[in-house]
T-cell receptor
Framework: KAGVTQTPRYLIKTRGQQVTLSCSPI?????VSWYQQTPGQGLQFLFE???????NKGNFPGRFSGRQFSNSRSEMNVSTLELGDSALYLC????????????FGPGTRLTVL | DQQVKQNSPSLSVQEGRISILNCDYT??????FLWYKKYPAEGPTFLIS?????DKNEDGRFTVFLNKSAKHLSLHIVPSQPGDSAVYFC????????????FGKGTKLTVNP
């Protein structure tokens, strides 16, 4: 079974631009979660989608948004990029239920100049 | 407010010895705990988990201990191997599996040959 894939793997943008990251979950997984990893803050939860609906949201500004398609693939968008948005963005998929572990993709490394 | 804390940013042990990684949490609603291992340029990989109804869970060389009264858990790796060198993240979830994991900031384990 193929793992979680994320595209692109690396991205360089400038302040004020916007960016869209893509995530394809493991086949059959219907929940997709997004996390931001920075050296100072560790992994922080952004949001989670299930059946094209956002079910959970972390404490991030509205510049961060996402969506999920009918095939469970997900995208996240960051508008008006700031230097502090430079981070590794990780996507994880799972089948919701009691305590199913999440499987992570390799991440997208975003650098904002 | 950091709900999951890994107070040791790094740990160095000799091959063949025991590695003990610690994690503390503050939120009493957490009742499921996971450990992930992360190599550079890869996403976190699920290692082992424990439910709050247990105080110990073993999987091969990896054992997780949970002390609910102290809100403390630890991961023991015996014997440690050079391939175990990675960053280890402790994560917590709430009842029913919210798909919203709360992570610690990680401990970098180095196992010296």
């Amino acid at each position: 079974k193929a793992g979680v894939t994320q595209t692109p793997r690396y991205l360089i943008k400038t302040r004020g631009q916007q960016v869209t990251l893509s995530c394809s979950p493991i086949s059959g997984h219907r929940s997709v979660s997004w996390y931001q990893q920075t050296p100072g803050q560790g992994l922080q939860f952004l949001f989670e989608y299930f059946s094209e609906t956002q079910r959970n949201k972390g404490n991030f500004p509205g510049r961060f948004s996402g969506r999920q398609f009918s095939n469970s693939r997900s995208e996240m968008n960051v508008s008006t990029l700031e230097l502090g948005d430079s981070a590794l963005y990780l996507c994880a998929s799972s089948n919701p239920g009691a305590y199913n572990e999440q499987f992570f993709g390799p991440g997208t490394r975003l650098t904002v100049l | 407010d950091q709900q999951v804390k890994q107070n040791s940013p790094s740990l160095s042990v000799q091959e063949g010895r025991i590695s003990i990684l610690n994690c503390d949490y503050t939120n009493s609603m957490f009742d499921y705990f996971l450990w992930y291992k992360k190599y550079p340029a890869e996403g976190p990989t699920f290692l082992i988990s424990i439910s709050s109804i247990k105080d110990k869970n073993e999987d091969g060389r990896f054992t997780v201990f949970l002390n609910k009264s102290a809100k403390h858990l630890s991961l023991h790796i015996v014997p440690s191997q050079p391939g175990d060198s990675a960053v280890y993240f402790c994560a917590a979830d709430t009842q029913g599996g919210s798909e919203k994991l709360v992570f610690g900031k990680g401990t970098k384990l180095t196992v010296n040959p």
